[in-house]
C-alpha cells in the first residue's frame, strides 16, 4: 500500500500542558510501508517504498530486507563543523544499526531512527524511520515505516525540518485518539481484517509514530498526511476519472491520480470483501446463514438480492448431485432490498419453489457455474422473465435495471445463485462487479455449505438418536410413564444416554435408564447394544443383580474402550414392591403419595458396567399405590463446577411438586433443573407413577397334571370373566386358555400348574409349568397332530409371549377390553 503520513497537532506534554494548536503546515511526506516476513524476506514493498528506496515492487519483493533497506555504511566526508547536526541522530549512511538489529530479530521492541543515505541516480535523501516487531501466527516480523524529510522543506521552507525526529508515544495522548486507532490500518499493507487487527494492537501498545518537532511538540503520522490539499486533490482524481470512463486520453499530470483511482477500487472491494466475510458465517444455522448472506450485499453493492438454494439444501438432505437442468426445484428462501415496504413481497415470495427454463439468464449461471451479466434488462428480457412468474406481473420490478446473476457454489456443485439488480439510476454493474460478485458468491457458497452440512448432520443424528430410543407406551401394567430426552448443549444431538421399559411376566414392568460414558456415535452405538443386551435378558425374566451381571459380561467381551452407568427396576404392582439394582448410577427419586415426601433411595452403588468383575446387589422397596420413581442420567443434575448434590436436592424438591398429569411433572423437573445453565451431557429422565394393581382384579389357580383340568380352567376363566363384567371376552379367554393349559400338561415334569388373569388396562392370562424349554410358534402341515395352538394364540390375542422363570417358564396372552358403553 503506498499510503501517505499526515500532521496532526502538535501536543506539549508535562507541566503546564499546552492546548493543541494546528499545525504551521501540513507538509506532504510519501510513506514508505515494508514488511519483512520471518525469513527476514520481503513480503510487502509499498510504491513509497519504490520512490524512497530505488527498487520496484517486482524487484523487492521475495529478496533479503537487507539487501534493498540500508542499513550499514560509512560516515561521508564533509566539512561540517558538528558531525552530528540531528542531535541524537548521526549522519551515517545508511539506516542505522538499530534497523540492522531489528532485521536480524535481535530487538524485541521498537527502534525509530533519522540517517541520510544514498540512492541510486538521487542526490543523499535525508529519511525517518520506524520500525516495529510483530508477534503472532502470521509470517510477518518485522514492520518498517520510513519517510523522506526533503519533501517537508520543499513544501514550507517555515518548517525546521532540521529538528524533526521520529518518536513512539500513546495514541490517547492525542486529539480524537478514537479515530487514529481506527485509521491507522489504512496504513498498513492490504491484508485480512483479522491480520490487520492483530498488527494495529500491536502498534498501538508499542507506541504510535510520530514525529517530535520539540520535547513538547508532537505530530502523529496518520493516512491524510499527504494530502495537505484535500479538495484539489480530490478535483484531479474526479476529471481522472470522467476521463477513464469516457475513454480519453488522461490530462498531463493525472497519471497518479489514474493509478490511485484503481488501486482505491481494488482496495474498496477487498475492505468490502473482508466486510462480507465477517458479516457471514457467524452461525451453522442455515436460515440465519442465509438471511446474513443477502444483507450484507444490500445496499453497499446491489439495490435487490434475491437468494435461490436447490431443493436438497433446503430440505438439508445429502449433498445435491449432478448439473441441474429445467426439472430441477429452486426455492426461493431470502429477499432483501431497499425499495418501499411489501413492493416485492406479493409477486415474489420468500418460500416459493420453481424451475427456470433454458433460455434464462438464471439457468445459464446455474449450468455453467459463472457468473451471468446483464448490464441493463430490456423490456424484451423483461417479458421472458416474467413469463415465468404466471399471473404476477414482475416486469415493473425488473425492467430498466441492471443485474448480475451469481452462483453459490461448493465443491463444484451448483448450490444456489444469487439475482443481484440495482436501479436505473444507479452505476450499472460492470466486469470488475463480476469478479467481485462471483468472490463474495464463492465465500458465501462455501458459508452455506458448512451449514448445509451441518443441517444435514445434525438431522442424521437426531434421527439415529430418535431410532435408538424406545416409543415407551404411556401406560404399563399397574403403572404410567413419561420420558424425556434433551441431546447435549455444546456436543451435538447423539449421546449414550437411554432409558427403556420392558413387560415382564406377572403384570410386572421393568424400568431401565442407563448412560454410556462419552458422546458421539460411537457411545451411541455402544448404548444400542447394551439396549438391546437389556431388552433380551428382561425378557428372560433375570432378577435385577443377575441382568447387571450379564450386561457387565456382555461389555467386557465388547472391549474396554467403554463403560457405562445403568440403573434396572422391575416394579411388581401386585406386590406392591421394587426390586432395584445399580451399576454406578445415580439413585433414583421415590415421591410418596401418602405425604408428598421425596427421598433419595439408598441402593448399593455398585461399579459401572465394563468394570469387569464387580458382585452387584438388588434391594426390595415397598411402594404404596400413587407413588411416583424418577430415574434419570446425571447429565439433568451435574453442572460443571458445582456439586452433583445440589443438583439432586433440586430433583427430590421438583419431583416432589404436584403436577396435573405425569407430562407436566417431567416438564417441571426439566425446567428446575436445565435453567441452571453449564450443561453439557445429554439426559434422559423416565417418571413412573406406581399405580398397583387391585387384589380384586386378579385371579389365581393351582391346577394339578390330569387332563381333566383343561375343563376345570375353561370354567374358572369363564365365572371370573363374568364376574368381572367381561362376558364379550370369554369364548376366546376360553378357548386360548385351554390352549395354554394342554400345551403346559403336556410339557410339564410334575410340579402343579399356576393359572392367572390380571385385569388392567388389558386382560391378562398368564400359565405357569416347571418346564423351562420355551414353545415356539411352528409351521404345522395340513394334518399335523400338533402345531395348532399357538397358531391359534398368535392369531386371537392382541399380544403372546415367553419367558423362563426360576421354576420353569410362563406362557402369557392379552386381550384387548371391550369399551365401556
Known amino acids: 500500500m503506498d499510503s501517505g503520513t499526515g500532521t496532526g497537532a502538535p501536543h ?112 543523499r535523501v535525508d529519511v525517518l524511520w520506524w520500525a516495529y516487531p510483530l508477534v503472532g501466527p502470521g509470517h510477518e516480523r518485522l514492520l518498517v515505516l520510513a519517510a523522506d524529510t526533503d519533501v517537508l522543506r520543499q513544501e514550507d521552507d517555515d518548517v525546521a525540518v532540521e529538528r524533526i525526529a521520529p518518536a513512539f508515544a500513546l495514541h490517547t495522548d492525542f486529539p480524537g485518539a478514537e479515530e487514529l486507532a481506527r485509521r491507522l490500518p489504512e496504513i498498513l499493507p492490504s491484508m485480512s481484517v483479522g491480520e490487520s487487527a492483530r498488527i494495529v494492537a500491536q502498534i498501538l501498545e508499542l507506541g504510535y509514530p510520530v514525529l517530535e518537532f520539540s520535547q513538547n511538540d508532537l505530530i502523529p503520522v496518520t493516512p491524510d498526511w499527504g494530502v495537505p490539499r484535500r479538495a484539489e486533490r480530490k478535483a484531479r482524481r474526479e476529471r481522472a476519472a470522467r476521463a477513464v470512463q469516457a475513454g480519453e486520453p488522461l490530462p498531463e499530470g493525472h497519471q497518479d491520480e489514474a493509478e490511485d483511482l484503481e488501486y482505491a477500487a481494488v482496495r474498496e472491494r477487498l475492505e468490502f470483501l473482508n466486510e462480507v466475510s465477517g458479516r457471514i458465517g457467524t452461525s451453522l444455522d442455515l436460515s440465519r446463514t442465509i438471511i446474513e448472506v443477502s444483507k450484507a450485499v444490500v445496499p453497499r453493492f446491489t439495490d435487490v438480492a434475491g437468494t435461490y438454494l436447490r431443493e436438497q439444501v433446503v430440505a438439508g438432505e445429502g449433498f445435491p448431485e449432478g448439473v441441474p437442468d429445467t426439472t430441477t426445484m429452486w426455492h426461493r428462501v431470502a429477499l432483501e432490498h431497499t425499495d418501499e415496504p411489501g413492493r416485492w413481497d406479493d409477486v415474489v415470495p420468500v418460500g416459493e419453489a420453481m424451475p427456470f427454463p433454458a433460455h434464462t439468464p438464471f439457468f445459464q449461471c446455474m449450468t455453467s457455474g459463472q457468473p451471468v451479466l446483464v448490464p441493463r434488462i430490456s423490456e ?121 421399559s420392558v413387560k415382564l411376566p ?61 440403573l434396572y427396576a422391575v416394579y411388581d404392582p401386585i406386590a406392591g414392591e421394587l426390586h432395584i439394582a445399580n451399576a454406578g448410577h445415580i439413585p433414583p427419586v421415590l415421591v410418596r403419595a401418602e405425604d408428598g415426601r421425596s427421598e433419595l433411595l439408598d441402593l448399593p452403588t455398585g461399579a459401572p458396567i465394563g468394570v469387569g468383575g464387580v458382585p452387584f446387589k438388588a434391594v426390595h422397596v415397598r411402594v404404596e399405590p400413587g407413588d411416583r ?96 363384567g367381561l362376558e364379550r371376552l370369554v369364548d376366546t379367554a376360553q378357548l386360548l386358555v385351554s390352549e395354554l393349559v394342554t400345551n403346559a400338561l403336556r410339557h410339564s415334569h410334575g410340579r402343579p400348574l399356576v393359572l392367572r388373569l390380571v385385569r388392567g388396562e388389558t386382560l391378562v392370562c398368564e400359565v405357569d409349568d416347571d418346564d423351562h424349554v420355551l414353545p415356539t410358534l411352528l409351521d404345522s402341515e395340513p394334518l399335523a397332530e400338533f402345531g395348532r395352538g399357538l397358531r391359534v394364540v398368535s392369531t386371537l390375542a392382541r399380544e403372546w409371549g415367553t419367558s423362563r422363570t426360576g421354576a420353569g417358564k410362563t406362557v402369557w396372552f392379552e386381550l384387548t377390553l371391550p369399551r365401556r358403553r
Open 629 to 724: 420413581l424418577v430415574m434419570c442420567t446425571d447429565g439433568l443434575v451435574e453442572v460443571r463446577g458445582e456439586d452433583i448434590g445440589v443438583g439432586l436436592a433440586t430433583l427430590c424438591e421438583s419431583a416432589a411438586h404436584p403436577a396435573a398429569s405425569m407430562d407436566d411433572a417431567c416438564d417441571t423437573i426439566i425446567r428446575a433443573l436445565n435453567t441452571r445453565g453449564g450443561r453439557k451431557d445429554d439426559v434422559a429422565l423416565l417418571l413412573a407413577r406406581l399405580n398397583g394393581i387391585e387384589p380384586d382384579d386378579v385371579a389365581e389357580w393351582r391346577l394339578t397334571l390330569d387332563p381333566a383340568e383343561v375343563g376345570r380352567a375353561r370354567a374358572v376363566v369363564r365365572e371370573q370373566l363374568y364376574d368381572w
Open 506 to 566: 406377572g403384570a410386572r414392568t421393568a424400568l431401565v435408564v442407563g448412560d454410556v460414558m462419552g458422546h458421539g456415535l460411537n457411545s451411541a452405538a455402544m448404548m444400542g447394544q447394551l439396549r438391546t443386551a437389556v431388552q433380551t435378558m428382561a425378557a428372560l425374566d433375570l432378577p435385577p443383580a443377575q441382568l447387571l451381571r450379564n450386561l457387565d459380561d456382555l461389555a467386557q467381551r465388547l472391549g474396554d474402550t467403554y463403560l457405562a452407568t445403568c
Open 380 to 500: 424484451q428480457m423483461g417479458h421472458m422473465i416474467a413469463s415465468q412468474f404466471e399471473k404476477r406481473d414482475i416486469r415493473p420490478l425488473i425492467t430498466g435495471r441492471s443485474m448480475l446473476v451469481v452462483p453459490l457454489k461448493a465443491r463444484n456443485v451448483v448450490l444456489g445463485f444469487m439475482i443481484l439488480l440495482r436501479h436505473p439510476e444507479r452505476v450499472e454493474f460492470n466486469d470488475m462487479d463480476r469478479v467481485t460478485g462471483a468472490e463474495l458468491a464463492a465465500r458465501a457458497g462455501l458459508v452455506l455449505d458448512n451449514a448445509r452440512m451441518y443441517t444435514y448432520q445434525e438431522s442424521v443424528a437426531e434421527t439415529l438418536q430418535d431410532s435408538m430410543l424406545p416409543q415407551i407406551p404411556p401406560r404399563m401394567a399397574g403403572c404410567d410413564i413419561a420420558t424425556r430426552y434433551l441431546p447435549g448443549t455444546l456436543l451435538g444431538r447423539v449421546g449414550g444416554d437411554w432409558f427403556d
Open 12 to 123: 506539549s506534554r508535562g507541566a503546564g500542558e499546552s492546548v493543541p494548536a494546528e499545525p504551521a503546515a501540513a507538509g506532504r511526506i510519501p510513506l514508505a510501508v515494508v514488511v519483512v516476513d520471518r525469513e527476514g524476506l520481503v513480503s510487502h514493498w509499498s510504491r513509497g517504498a519504490r520512490r524512497l528506496f530505488g527498487a520496484s515492487k517486482e524487484e523487492a519483493l521475495g529478496r533479503p530486507a537487507a539487501d534493498l533497506l540500508p542499513v550499514s555504511g560509512v560516515l561521508p566526508d564533509t566539512d561540517d563543523e558538528d558531525p552530528t547536526p540531528y542531535g541524537a541522530f548521526t549522519a551515517y549512511d545508511g539506516l542505522g544499526p538499530d534497523l540492522e538489529s531489528s532485521l536480524d530479530g535481535r530487538l524485541s521492541y521498537p527502534a525509530a531512527g533519522r540517517a541520510r543515505l544514498t540512492v541510486p541516480d538521487r542526490d
